[in-house]
Antibody
Framework: QVQLQESGPGLVKPSQTLSLTCTVP??????????WSWIRQHPGKGLEWIGY???????YYNPSLKSRVTISVDTSKNQFSLKLTSVTAADTAVYFC????????????WGQGTLVTVSS | DIQMTQSPSSLSASVGDRVTITCRAS??????LNWYQQKPGKAPKLLIY???SLQSGVPSRFSGSGSGTDFTLSISSLQPEDFATYYC?????????FGQGTKVEIK
Protein backbone atom coordinates (compact mmCIF):
# COMPACT_ATOMS: atom_id res chain seq x y z
CA GLN A 1 0.00 0.00 0.00
CA VAL A 2 1.40 3.39 -1.01
CA GLN A 3 1.95 5.60 2.03
CA LEU A 4 2.25 9.29 1.43
CA GLN A 5 4.07 11.53 3.91
CA GLU A 6 3.12 15.07 4.93
CA SER A 7 5.68 17.47 6.37
CA GLY A 8 5.67 21.07 7.53
CA PRO A 9 5.24 23.32 10.55
CA GLY A 10 2.72 22.29 13.15
CA LEU A 11 2.16 25.85 14.34
CA VAL A 12 1.38 28.88 12.20
CA LYS A 13 0.60 32.40 13.36
CA PRO A 14 -2.65 34.09 12.35
CA SER A 15 -2.49 35.99 9.04
CA GLN A 16 0.57 34.01 7.95
CA THR A 17 0.86 31.30 5.29
CA LEU A 18 0.46 27.60 6.02
CA SER A 19 2.86 25.51 3.94
CA LEU A 20 2.86 21.73 3.75
CA THR A 21 4.62 19.23 1.50
CA CYS A 22 3.62 15.71 0.61
CA THR A 23 6.25 13.22 -0.48
CA VAL A 24 5.17 10.42 -2.77
CA PRO A 25 7.28 7.26 -2.59
CA UNK A 26 8.48 5.33 -5.58
CA UNK A 27 8.65 8.09 -8.19
CA UNK A 28 5.02 7.67 -9.14
CA UNK A 29 3.94 11.30 -9.18
CA UNK A 30 4.84 11.68 -12.88
CA UNK A 31 3.27 8.45 -13.98
CA UNK A 32 -0.12 9.99 -14.62
CA UNK A 33 -3.34 8.34 -13.60
CA UNK A 34 -3.73 10.24 -10.34
CA UNK A 35 -4.83 13.55 -8.92
CA TRP A 36 -2.67 14.57 -5.97
CA SER A 37 -4.98 15.99 -3.35
CA TRP A 38 -5.20 17.83 -0.06
CA ILE A 39 -8.02 17.17 2.39
CA ARG A 40 -8.39 18.58 5.89
CA GLN A 41 -10.29 17.64 9.02
CA HIS A 42 -11.13 20.16 11.70
CA PRO A 43 -10.77 18.78 15.24
CA GLY A 44 -13.59 16.34 15.90
CA LYS A 45 -15.26 17.17 12.60
CA GLY A 46 -15.71 15.77 9.12
CA LEU A 47 -13.54 15.87 6.03
CA GLU A 48 -13.15 18.93 3.80
CA TRP A 49 -11.68 18.67 0.31
CA ILE A 50 -9.17 21.42 -0.44
CA GLY A 51 -8.13 20.65 -4.01
CA TYR A 52 -5.91 18.64 -6.29
CA UNK A 53 -3.13 18.88 -8.84
CA UNK A 54 -2.22 16.70 -11.80
CA UNK A 55 1.47 16.03 -12.47
CA UNK A 56 1.27 18.38 -15.46
CA UNK A 57 0.41 21.22 -13.09
CA UNK A 58 -3.29 21.60 -13.76
CA UNK A 59 -5.24 22.28 -10.57
CA TYR A 60 -8.73 22.44 -9.14
CA TYR A 61 -9.53 24.12 -5.84
CA ASN A 62 -12.53 24.12 -3.58
CA PRO A 63 -14.31 27.41 -4.31
CA SER A 64 -14.67 27.99 -0.58
CA LEU A 65 -10.87 28.24 -0.26
CA LYS A 66 -9.85 29.13 -3.79
CA SER A 67 -8.78 32.71 -3.06
CA ARG A 68 -6.25 31.52 -0.46
CA VAL A 69 -5.02 28.16 -1.79
CA THR A 70 -2.17 27.18 -4.08
CA ILE A 71 -1.21 23.59 -4.81
CA SER A 72 2.02 22.97 -6.70
CA VAL A 73 4.02 19.96 -7.82
CA ASP A 74 7.74 19.24 -8.00
CA THR A 75 8.16 16.13 -10.10
CA SER A 76 11.95 16.12 -9.65
CA LYS A 77 11.46 15.62 -5.91
CA ASN A 78 8.30 13.53 -6.24
CA GLN A 79 6.48 16.00 -4.02
CA PHE A 80 3.45 18.22 -4.12
CA SER A 81 2.71 21.13 -1.83
CA LEU A 82 -0.06 23.17 -0.27
CA LYS A 83 0.03 26.86 0.57
CA LEU A 84 -2.86 28.49 2.40
CA THR A 85 -2.57 32.22 2.96
CA SER A 86 -4.03 34.56 5.57
CA VAL A 87 -4.79 31.76 8.01
CA THR A 88 -7.06 32.12 11.03
CA ALA A 89 -7.95 29.83 13.90
CA ALA A 90 -10.61 28.34 11.62
CA ASP A 91 -7.81 26.79 9.57
CA THR A 92 -6.62 24.71 12.53
CA ALA A 93 -7.05 21.14 11.33
CA VAL A 94 -5.38 17.88 10.48
CA TYR A 95 -4.20 18.12 6.89
CA PHE A 96 -4.04 14.97 4.81
CA CYS A 97 -2.45 14.49 1.43
CA UNK A 98 -4.07 11.78 -0.64
CA UNK A 99 -3.95 10.20 -4.08
CA UNK A 100 -7.12 10.11 -6.15
CA UNK A 101 -7.23 7.44 -8.83
CA UNK A 102 -8.43 9.20 -11.99
CA UNK A 103 -10.30 6.15 -13.32
CA UNK A 104 -11.92 4.88 -10.13
CA UNK A 105 -12.06 8.35 -8.54
CA UNK A 106 -11.21 7.05 -5.08
CA UNK A 107 -8.72 7.92 -2.39
CA UNK A 108 -6.93 4.63 -1.79
CA UNK A 109 -3.63 6.12 -0.61
CA TRP A 110 -3.29 8.70 2.14
CA GLY A 111 -0.69 10.31 4.32
CA GLN A 112 -0.97 9.85 8.05
CA GLY A 113 -2.12 13.45 8.48
CA THR A 114 -0.44 16.38 10.17
CA LEU A 115 -2.03 18.69 12.71
CA VAL A 116 -1.57 22.37 11.97
CA THR A 117 -2.56 24.78 14.71
CA VAL A 118 -3.09 28.45 13.98
CA SER A 119 -2.24 30.44 17.07
CA SER A 120 -0.14 33.39 18.13
CA ASP B 1 -21.58 21.89 -4.46
CA ILE B 2 -23.23 18.53 -3.91
CA GLN B 3 -24.25 18.10 -0.28
CA MET B 4 -23.90 14.65 1.26
CA THR B 5 -26.06 13.84 4.27
CA GLN B 6 -25.50 10.73 6.37
CA SER B 7 -27.81 9.18 8.89
CA PRO B 8 -27.65 8.45 11.68
CA SER B 9 -24.83 10.66 12.98
CA SER B 10 -24.03 7.99 15.52
CA LEU B 11 -25.25 4.58 16.55
CA SER B 12 -24.60 2.05 19.27
CA ALA B 13 -24.43 -1.59 18.35
CA SER B 14 -23.19 -4.91 19.66
CA VAL B 15 -20.70 -7.32 18.17
CA GLY B 16 -22.56 -9.51 15.72
CA ASP B 17 -25.24 -6.94 14.91
CA ARG B 18 -26.14 -5.93 11.37
CA VAL B 19 -25.56 -2.22 10.87
CA THR B 20 -26.83 0.01 8.08
CA ILE B 21 -25.74 3.58 7.37
CA THR B 22 -27.50 5.81 4.87
CA CYS B 23 -26.06 8.54 2.68
CA ARG B 24 -28.16 10.93 0.57
CA ALA B 25 -26.84 13.27 -2.11
CA SER B 26 -28.44 16.64 -2.84
CA UNK B 27 -28.55 15.75 -6.55
CA UNK B 28 -27.99 12.66 -8.59
CA UNK B 29 -24.46 11.28 -8.48
CA UNK B 30 -25.33 8.08 -10.40
CA UNK B 31 -22.96 5.53 -8.77
CA UNK B 32 -20.06 7.84 -7.98
CA LEU B 33 -20.20 7.14 -4.27
CA ASN B 34 -17.41 5.86 -2.03
CA TRP B 35 -17.33 4.78 1.61
CA TYR B 36 -14.43 5.21 4.02
CA GLN B 37 -13.71 4.02 7.55
CA GLN B 38 -11.72 6.21 9.90
CA LYS B 39 -10.31 5.28 13.29
CA PRO B 40 -9.07 7.89 15.79
CA GLY B 41 -5.75 9.43 14.81
CA LYS B 42 -5.68 7.63 11.46
CA ALA B 43 -6.34 8.50 7.84
CA PRO B 44 -9.57 7.29 6.27
CA LYS B 45 -9.48 3.86 4.67
CA LEU B 46 -11.37 3.07 1.46
CA LEU B 47 -14.01 0.36 1.91
CA ILE B 48 -16.41 0.60 -1.02
CA TYR B 49 -16.16 2.42 -4.34
CA UNK B 50 -18.62 3.05 -7.15
CA UNK B 51 -21.43 2.50 -4.64
CA UNK B 52 -21.11 -1.27 -4.41
CA SER B 53 -17.59 -2.45 -5.31
CA LEU B 54 -15.58 -3.86 -2.44
CA GLN B 55 -12.04 -2.54 -2.20
CA SER B 56 -9.36 -5.23 -2.29
CA GLY B 57 -8.56 -6.56 1.16
CA VAL B 58 -11.77 -5.31 2.78
CA PRO B 59 -13.80 -8.04 4.55
CA SER B 60 -16.88 -9.25 2.74
CA ARG B 61 -19.13 -8.33 5.68
CA PHE B 62 -19.01 -4.80 4.27
CA SER B 63 -21.33 -4.06 1.36
CA GLY B 64 -22.72 -1.03 -0.39
CA SER B 65 -25.77 -0.36 -2.49
CA GLY B 66 -27.72 2.42 -4.12
CA SER B 67 -27.64 4.78 -7.07
CA GLY B 68 -28.86 8.22 -7.95
CA THR B 69 -29.21 10.03 -4.64
CA ASP B 70 -29.67 7.30 -2.02
CA PHE B 71 -26.99 4.91 -0.83
CA THR B 72 -26.37 2.50 2.02
CA LEU B 73 -23.37 0.92 3.68
CA SER B 74 -24.08 -2.31 5.51
CA ILE B 75 -21.98 -4.35 7.88
CA SER B 76 -23.48 -7.81 8.10
CA SER B 77 -21.99 -8.87 11.44
CA LEU B 78 -20.23 -6.14 13.38
CA GLN B 79 -16.76 -7.05 14.61
CA PRO B 80 -14.75 -5.32 17.38
CA GLU B 81 -12.43 -3.74 14.82
CA ASP B 82 -15.38 -2.13 13.00
CA PHE B 83 -16.04 0.43 15.72
CA ALA B 84 -15.06 3.61 13.91
CA THR B 85 -16.47 6.56 12.00
CA TYR B 86 -17.74 6.02 8.47
CA TYR B 87 -17.89 8.63 5.74
CA CYS B 88 -19.50 8.67 2.33
CA UNK B 89 -17.93 10.75 -0.44
CA UNK B 90 -19.14 11.70 -3.89
CA UNK B 91 -16.78 11.67 -6.85
CA UNK B 92 -19.38 12.75 -9.40
CA UNK B 93 -18.16 16.33 -9.52
CA UNK B 94 -15.75 18.82 -8.03
CA UNK B 95 -15.49 19.98 -5.38
CA UNK B 96 -15.48 16.51 -3.91
CA UNK B 97 -17.65 16.39 -0.81
CA PHE B 98 -18.03 14.07 2.14
CA GLY B 99 -20.87 13.24 4.45
CA GLN B 100 -20.60 14.44 8.03
CA GLY B 101 -19.77 10.96 9.27
CA THR B 102 -21.47 8.20 11.25
CA LYS B 103 -19.80 7.09 14.45
CA VAL B 104 -20.36 3.43 15.28
CA GLU B 105 -19.95 2.85 19.00
CA ILE B 106 -20.05 -0.19 21.23
CA LYS B 107 -23.34 -0.80 22.98
Amino acid sequence: QVQLQESGPGLVKPSQTLSLTCTVPGGSISSGGYYWSWIRQHPGKGLEWIGYIYYSGSTYYNPSLKSRVTISVDTSKNQFSLKLTSVTAADTAVYFCAREDIVLMVYAAWGQGTLVTVSS
Amino acid sequence: DIQMTQSPSSLSASVGDRVTITCRASQTITSYLNWYQQKPGKAPKLLIYAASSLQSGVPSRFSGSGSGTDFTLSISSLQPEDFATYYCQQSYSTPRTFGQGTKVEIK
